[in-house]
Nanobody
Framework: QVQLVESGGGLVQAGGSLRLSCAAS????????MGWYRQAPGKQRELVAV???????NYADSVKGRFTISRDNAKNTVYLQMNSLKPEDTAVYYC????????????????WGQGTQVTVSS
């Protein structure tokens, strides 16, 4: 059994900052990609940022230069530092990870966190 637990969402004024955390726990053999997605009301879920086990990262164009994704492999934790927040960043943010479990160590399984609300007021 694997769980992703997120924390760090909340309400912030435009121009402010928030830091999201997501910790993976359970029967983990290894983790490939870890990332963050978001879904605003009435919109599809979209990729915000992702970091791969080799260290490379990708960002959505809308957050480049403002958001930074990082990862602590020893803690199986991924972070999203969000600076210069805008009202359009308001959404539920979901953690996502491709995890090799102890039971099936050769095929990665995608797991999702429960989501954390980020609200940016103008």
């Amino acid at each position: 059994q694997v769980q992703l637990v997120e924390s760090g969402g909340g309400l912030v004024q435009a121009g402010g900052s928030l830091r999201l955390s997501c910790a993976a726990s359970g029967s983990i053999f290894g983790i490939n990609a870890m990332g963050w997605y978001r879904q605003a009301p009435g919109k599809q879920r979209e990729l915000v940022a992702v970091t791969f086990s080799g260290g490379s990262t990708n960002y959505a164009d809308s957050v480049k230069g403002r958001f930074t994704i990082s990862r602590d492999n020893a803690k199986n934790t991924v972070y999203l530092q969000m600076n210069s927040l805008k009202p359009e960043d308001t959404a539920v943010y979901y953690c996502n990870a491709e995890i090799y479990t102890v039971v099936v160590p050769t095929i990665p399984i995608t797991y999702w966190g429960q989501g954390t609300q980020v609200t940016v007021s103008s």
